[in-house]
Structures are given as C-alpha cells and as structure tokens.
C-alpha cells in the first residue's frame, strides 16, 4: 500500500510538471526515476535493462541513421517542382510527397527542407501551404515504425512487456487511410487559413537593430536628412535613448551619440544600413560578416529559452550573433539583445567559422535555411544509401532481418562512405530522448511493481462494465490525444502505455487495439502549434495565430480519430 502511494504521488507529479511547468522534459522523467529507485520501487538490473531495451536502441540508431537520410538530394530536387499556379494541385503535389518521405526520414528535416520551397514560391501564399505541410509530415509518420519517433516509443514499450515489438507495416492500411483522407479534409480546409505570401511576411516582422557611433556623421542631423525614411523595405520604429523609447519617430527627430534605431522589415535589406557612416549593425558589432546568415528556429526546451540574447552569451554559444528576430505577426519592441527568446523565434543569424561545428546547435535549433543544412550528398552516395535503405526495410517488414541490426549496419555504411562523420553523431546523438524513454520504462515498472496498475486498471474496467471494451479503447485513445495536445507526443504515449496495456489485461483482451491507439493518439496533434515540433516550426513562419490550428486542425482531428476508431478494432481484433 505503501507503494503505491508513493508511485501515485510521482506520477501526479510528473503529469502536473510536464503540463504546468517548463521543465526539460528529461529533468522530469529523470527525477521521477531515479526516486522510483533510491525508494526501492524498482531494483538496478531493472533500471539498467530499460537503458538497453532493444526497442529504444533501434530509436537511437533510426534517428542517428535519419542524420545522413537528411543530405540525400532526391526531396531537394523534387520541392522545386511541386507548387505551381494550381492551388489544388499545388496542396496534393506537397502533401503527398511530404507524406511519402515522412514515412521514412525524420519529418522534422522534411519540413524544414520543404518550407523554404513554400516560402520563396511565387504562385501560392506561404501561408496557405505551411500548416497543411506540417499536418502531411504528421500524416506521413504514421504510416510505418520508422515514420515517427513515438511508434517505436510505443514499440519500445510493447517489446518490454510482451518481449515482443510492432511490425514494420502494422501502421501502414490506417495510417495510409488517415493519409488519404486527411489530404482531402486539407484541400478544404486549407481554404480558412489567411492569404500571407512570403514576401508580406517577411516585411514588417523581423526587429533589426543598428548602433549610432559617437563618431558618426548621421548625429545632430534629422531622420529625414539622414535618408533614413528612403530605405526599401525597411521601417524606422523606434529609438531607443537610454532609458526612453521613442515611437513612432518622427522624420525630423535629430539623432544623439549612442541611439539605438530600431528598424522592422525585410531582413534581405539589411546590408543597406552597412553603407551609412557610423551606423553599426547589432551582429557586425559582434565581428560577424552579415553576408554569412542563417535562419533558424528555436526548439521548445532549448537552453536560450527564456533568456535574452546577451544574457544567453549567444555569440560564445554558437559562434553566431543576431542580425534579425521575428515573432509570428507579433510586434516585438525595444533592443534586440534585450528581448526574452521564445520557442518558435525566428533568428536570423551572421554565422561564423565554427556555427556547424557546435555540439548544442540541434538542442536548441532548427536550421530553416537550407544553405547551410550541412553538405549534400553525391550522386553516387544518393543511390547507395537509398537502396540500402530499401533493402534494409524490405528485410525487416518480410521479417528476415531484425530492424535493429539492418539500421547499424546502414549507419556504418554511412560512416565509410563519409556521408556523415563520428563528430557530427557525437553532437546529434539524441541523449534527452534516450533518457526520457529508459526513464518512462522503469517508470512503467514501478507502477507494474506496486500493484498501481492493476488497481487502476481494475477500477476503470468495473467503471465500464456494461459499456464494453471499445468505450475503454475509445477513453485510451482520447486520454492521449488529449495529452499530446498539452505537452509532448512522446511524454504522452510515455505515460498512457502501462495504463492501456493493463486496461487490456484486465479485461482479458488482446493489447494491441489498445496500443495502437496509444501510438495514433500521440500522433493526433492538429489542434495546437506546441504538441508537435513541425507544428511549432510553421507557427512563425507562416505567421499564424492558434485559432488558424484550430480552424484547419479540428475538421482533420475528427476525420482521423474517425478512421483510427474505426479500424484499429477491425485491423487488430479484441480476441
């Protein structure tokens, strides 16, 4: 009994901190663990044989195996002819070969690589393409183990119950059907978000600053004088003296030593304010070149969040400084080194010698530009790995090779064939997944351990006696949508899984209709931009607001529980 207060205790806890707080995720599970087991709710050997389940090392290796996926060219060559003046066919083209390639490669990386296309086509408003890339990209990774991180999760767990993981294609016939529809619900849909073309929302969004030199001969003359009302596309807004703010600035507004002006607008525009004398640039004071520049987006949890841009000592970080920041549609006022960066910022960033090289960069970013995403891949080294890709996926679904041997040896072919490098591992290695993952695992241990599950579990099903087992199925699959919308997909698949297999036991019923929907239901993230990194990553980009997910996510969350409810009990039997 005593246990299971415990246990219960810790579990509230780290449910009431992934969703309360802004925690890492890592320092909540981890927390919870390493409590589980200095109370002695689970013992070192089990501890250590969650860190090597096999489940969660094939998740290491497909996503360190997803760093060299990322530099083959074949979604480069093809983004450039996938939007065309023919809206319809222009969704259809994107969705589908967002989804095709999400269902095999990180859809985090697809996303990125396809939203430059979006965002500098000249046919289509980027705005009424972005949402619908990120929901294919969601689409997409349901349709395979590999698709997305939270099926293997999933797995990963399965495989520690039963000693037993998911097949290759078990996702396949609903998440393809959920695919299908799910580009239709978009072509009408996608008709409710706003119209904002690339170029509209690159003006007036981004916060730009420039120092006024003691020795400049802009001081002592007026705005106006100055040329400074003349600039194309670019916005004096403010004036920052001191400790007051100057807005709006008026053209004859004489400029002082040590002013800050503030200016909004089209961050391509930026180097016109190098040509005046004594004019400063926030990155160039940093001794960056502004032609080097790179945009990125910050990562939810990343170490800068909640910080400001001096307080974070960014250049030190990432040998980069800021040059421009842009908030959705936002207005952002003040000194750019002053503001508090947020997950979702656009950066654009003056980038030094050593940028790629840093070891922090993917905690903390998404690189947008794919200038600088790191060196392609060759011709030869395209097909290569593509087709070990394809053998090593065709082996597995015809279960002639373990999924997990295929993947090590993909990567080691990737290493000789130098098209990712030991350091480039080393910085990428997914270490908070990791740890997130063993720690759910022993987690589920502890609960298994004390007796929780099996009360709680007891309890709902005798809740539930008359109603039958796909009410139980239907409360497990809205449970974790429902948590996957208020913190993370895989801390929410994380969390529900021992819950819905005991549900299962407990009703003396075959899991897997349970698990799958505790795999779909993680995935079920449309209404929000924060359950889903891709979400989060079109959010600013496509200067949306929450009600734009709303609007566009709600139809497609109902067409795709429909069709998860539907057929998970006719693809996977209670008996």
């Known amino acids: 009994m005593f246990d299971q207060v415990i246990i219960s205790c810790l579990f509230l806890w780290l449910l009431g901190s992934l969703i309360f707080t802004d925690w890492p995720a890592s320092w909540i599970f981890v927390s919870a663990m390493l409590a589980s087991y200095f109370l002695g709710l689970v013992d070192t050997a089990e501890v250590l044989s969650k860190a090597s389940n096999t489940g969660l090392i094939t998740l290491l290796l497909l996503l360190l195996v997803s760093i060299g996926l990322e530099k083959l060219s074949w979604l480069t060559r093809l983004s450039g002819r996938l939007i065309s003046r023919n809206y319809t066919l222009s969704l259809l083209r994107l969705g589908a070969v967002t989804a095709v390639f999400s269902a095999f490669v990180n859809n985090t990386a697809v996303v990125a690589t396809l939203a430059h296309t979006v965002r500098s086509n000249r046919y289509q408003p980027a705005s009424r393409l972005l949402i619908p890339l990120s929901y294919a990209a969601i689409l997409g990774g349901t349709m395979t183990l590999i698709g997305t991180s939270t099926n293997l999760i999933v797995s990963s767990f399965l495989e520690d119950a039963t000693g037993q993981g998911l097949a290759f294609f078990d996702f396949f016939i609903i998440g393809a059907t959920a695919t299908v529809l799910g580009l239709g619900v978009l072509l009408l849909a996608a008709r409710l978000l706003p119209s904002v073309g690339a170029e509209q929302l690159d003006v007036n969004e981004y916060l730009i600053e420039a120092d006024v030199a003691d020795d400049s001969r802009l001081i002592g003359k007026s705005i106006a004088a100055n040329g400074l009302r003349k600039l194309d596309d670019l916005f004096l807004v403010e004036i920052v003296r001191g400790r007051n703010l100057l807005s709006p600035v008026a053209p004859h507004e004489i400029l002082e030593a040590g002013d800050k002006l503030i200016f909004s607008g089209d961050i391509k525009q930026v180097s016109a304010l190098e040509g005046y004398d004594g004019l400063k640039l926030f990155a160039i004071e940093e001794g960056l070149l502004s032609e080097n520049m790179t945009e990125v987006i910050v990562m939810p949890n990343a170490a800068i969040e909640g910080k400001t841009i001096k307080a974070a000592g960014f250049r030190s970080l990432f040998d980069a400084a800021v040059v421009g920041l842009r908030r959705g549609g936002k207005r952002l006022s003040g000194k750019l080194g002053s503001i508090t960066i947020q997950a979702g910022d656009n950066l654009m960033l003056a980038v030094g010698p050593d940028f790629n090289d840093r070891k922090n960069l993917d905690k903390n970013f998404v690189v947008v530009d794919e200038a600088v ?143 799958m929907c505790v795999a779909y239901g993680a995935s079920a993230s449309f209404l929000t931009p924060y359950g889903y990194t891709t979400n989060l990553m079109v959010q600013n980009l496509g200067g949306y607001s929450m009600r734009d997910y709303f609007k566009t996510g709600l139809p497609m969350s109902v067409v795709y529980s429909v069709v998860v409810l539907v057929l998970v009990p006719i693809l996977f039997p209670f008996q």
């Open 373 to 515: 995403a790191g060196a392609q891949a060759s011709p030869l080294q395209n097909w290569l790995i593509s087709l070990g890709l394809v053998g090593v996926v065709t082996l597995a679904a015809l279960e002639i090779l373990p999924l997990i041997k295929g993947l090590a040896f993909l990567l080691a072919c990737m290493l000789a064939l130098q098209i990712v490098r030991g350091s480039e591992l080393r910085r990428r290695f997914p270490f908070e997944l990791w740890v997130i993952i063993a720690s759910a695992l022993t987690l589920s241990q502890a609960l298994t351990n004390s007796g929780l599950v099996a009360l709680l579990t007891d309890n709902i099903h005798s809740q539930l006696t008359g109603f039958g087992p796909y009410v139980a199925l239907a409360g497990v699959y809205f449970g974790t949508l429902l948590l996957t919308e208020l913190m993370t997909n895989n801390a929410a698949a994380a969390l529900v899984f021992p819950i819905a297999f005991g549900l299962a036991e407990s009703y003396g019923l075959n899991p897997m209709p349970f698990v």
